[in-house]
């Protein structure tokens, strides 16, 4: 069983542009959450999604940053007009809910760097 | 999420049993106790969870005090690649990363 995918795993943007980052849940699970690191610092929560659904975005930043989860396909965190200070690791995860238990499984993340 | 509360590291000889402690006093009835793993940049690691009883994987055991105030993580034979950054939430369905505990396996 494959784990959770993310691509890509470096991306290199200018000031300006956007940042697309995608990422690919584990085999049946249908709940993904984005998770920023910035450099030496811990995981921020960003959003929980569930199948076209936002759940959560009490982390996202109010502008320039969305996300989402179609019923096919990847979830999709999109950064536009990108700045220096977006430069971080970021990490998605997904879960599959048992009960009322979440653990959640990571992927390898995308390093962004924005020059 | 509950508060979690964790030492910002710890030290364990390799081969040794590493026991890493939190406290979570106000933890509500629904909230799991989950410990995840960071090694260097990489992705975390979910390493084990639990809500009432104790629990044991192929990883780590966790045991959980009666009055679920409290935990404590434990590796049964910590080598070498177990150190990493360690991190208690109690959650129920977002998870809150702390800065957890960093354990330095020693040779």
């Known amino acids: 069983n494959a784990g959770v995918m993310q691509n890509p795993r470096h991306l290199v943007r200018r000031r300006g542009q956007e940042a697309r980052l995608r990422c690919s849940p584990m085999?049946?699970?249908?709940?993904v959450y984005w998770y920023r690191q910035l450099p030496e610092e811990g995981l921020k929560f960003m959003v929980y999604?569930?199948?076209?659904?936002?759940?959560?975005e009490s982390g996202m930043p109010k502008e320039r940053f969305s996300a989402e989860f179609p019923k096919e396909g990847p979830s999709i965190l999109r950064i536009q007009q990108v700045v220096r200070g977006d430069s971080a690791a970021y990490f998605c995860a997904s879960s599959l809910s048992v009960g009322q238990s979440y653990e959640q499984y990571f992927g390898p993340g995308t390093r962004l760097t924005v020059t | 999420d509950a508060k979690t509360t964790q030492p910002p590291s710890m030290d364990c000889a390799e081969g040794r049993a590493a026991n890493l402690p939190c406290n979570h006093s106000t933890i509500s009835g629904n909230e799991y106790v989950y410990w995840y793993r960071q090694i260097h940049s990489q992705g975390p690691q979910y390493i084990i969870h639990g809500l009432k009883n104790n629990e044991t994987n192929e990883m780590a055991s966790l045991i959980i005090t009666e009055d679920r105030k409290s935990s404590t993580l434990i590796l049964p034979h910590a080598t070498l690649r177990d150190t990493a950054v360690y991190y208690c939430?109690?959650?129920?369905?977002?998870?809150?990363f702390g800065t957890g505990t960093k354990l330095q396996v020693i040779p």
């Open positions: 939430i109690a959650s129920y369905q977002k998870v809150t």
């Open positions: 999604l569930q199948k076209e659904n936002i759940i959560d």
């Open positions: 085999k049946g699970h249908s709940h």
